[in-house]
Nanobody
Framework: QVQLVESGGGLVQSGGSLRLSCAASGRFFSYYAMGWYRQAPGKQRELVARILSGGSTNYADSVKGRFTISRDNAKNTVYLQMNSLKPEDTAVYFC???????????WGQGTQVTVSS
């Protein structure tokens, strides 16, 4: 079993920054990908950013150039640095860990990010 604990959400003004953290623990030795989804009210959950085991990263077009995903392997922690935040970034952000390319994801509990205009 894998546990994911997120932190770092909150309320910020438009143009501001936040950094989300996701610490993984439990029974795993490696993973295929870790990253972040978000879900805004009335909308589907969407992939924001992910980092693969080899270090490559992918971003949603809407956050490219503003968000940066990184990791600390020693701490089994993934970070999402969010700059130049916009009101449309308001959502619950969920950390996930995909153990294998074909495996089901583990999910964190979610953290609220609210960007005021």
């Amino acid at each position: 079993q894998v546990q994911l604990v997120e932190s770092g959400g909150g309320l910020v003004q438009s143009g501001g920054s936040l950094r989300l953290s996701c610490a993984a623990s439990g029974r795993f030795f490696s993973y295929y990908a870790m990253g972040w989804y978000r879900q805004a009210p009335g909308k589907q959950r969407e992939l924001v950013a992910r980092i693969l085991s080899g270090g490559s990263t992918n971003y949603a077009d809407s956050v490219k150039g503003r968000f940066t995903i990184s990791r600390d392997n020693a701490k089994n922690t993934v970070y999402l640095q969010m700059n130049s935040l916009k009101p449309e970034d308001t959502a619950v952000y969920f950390c996930y860990l995909q153990p294998t390319a074909w495996g089901s994801n583990y999910w964190g509990q979610g953290t609220q990010v609210t960007v005021s205009s």
